[in-house]
């Protein structure tokens, strides 16, 4: 079956800007995450959705960050005033159900933002 | 958030040889463990996951848990050189993956 579907794959914008970025999550996977990796590092948690609501969104790295699912699939990470810092792989994930710590969580392709 | 450290590398192993990697985490709670491979410019792939103390194996992979040690451990044998890769230990107590920065993996043929 299809997988996480990310777009798009690479955006370039400048500082200042406002982006936003989507997933679409394997079908019935009641789960996602979005998290953020630099180069040279793991990948770090940003947001957890279960269903339609944020159910933890520490991550988060400052009010300039949000994520919206609102009928429970896609979702969208919206980035507002972008910065410099912000240049990173957007990666998505998703999982079936997300309430044990077994739950198997699949990533997609990511969204690799650039900004000048 | 959970610590996870694993050594960057790189690993350089010969073809046919066992690569073995490392990862410690710092939260004595954590309930299960994943693999992740991620080879350059591309999203991570899950290898394997392990809950139990002990050893678990699939295929050339054999994943290996101490949870009293808090040590995580994949060996890779007989490695090929499609196994040139960063390979991501993560660590998840709740619902979300705290992740190392991953080892490089190189395959020599």
């Known amino acids: 079956g299809a997988g996480v579907s990310q777009t798009p794959s690479n955006k370039v914008t400048e500082k200042g800007k406002y982006v936003e970025l989507r997933c679409d999550p394997i079908s019935g996977h009641t789960a996602l995450y979005w998290y953020r990796q630099s180069l040279g590092q793991g990948p770090e948690f940003l947001i957890y959705?279960?269903?339609?609501?944020?159910?933890?969104d520490s991550g988060l790295p400052n009010d300039r960050f949000f994520a919206v699912r609102p009928e429970g699939s896609v979702s969208t990470l919206k980035i507002q005033r972008t910065e410099r810092g912000d240049s990173a792989v957007y990666l998505c994930?998703?999982?079936?159900?997300?309430?044990?710590?077994?739950?198997?969580?699949?990533f997609g392709p990511g969204t690799r933002l650039t900004v000048l | 958030q959970k610590e996870v450290e694993q050594n960057s590398g790189p690993l350089s192993v010969p073809e046919g040889a066992i690569a073995s990697l490392n990862c410690t985490y710092s939260?004595?709670?954590?309930?299960?463990f994943f693999w992740y491979r991620q080879y350059s410019g591309k999203s991570p792939e899950l290898i394997m996951f392990i809950y139990s103390n002990g050893d678990k194996e699939d295929g050339r992979f054999t994943a290996q848990l101490n949870k009293a040690s808090q040590y995580v451990s994949l060996l890779i044998r007989d490695s090929q050189p499609s196994d040139s890769a960063t390979y991501l230990c993560?660590?998840?107590?709740?619902?979300?993956?705290?992740f190392g920065a991953g080892t490089t993996v190189t395959v020599r043929a």
């Open positions: 993560a660590v998840n107590g709740d619902y979300k993956l705290s």
């Open positions: 994930a998703s999982s079936l159900t997300g309430d044990s710590g077994a739950d198997t969580q699949y």
């Open positions: 959705f279960q269903g339609t609501g944020a159910a933890d």
């Open positions: 939260d004595r709670g954590s309930q299960s």
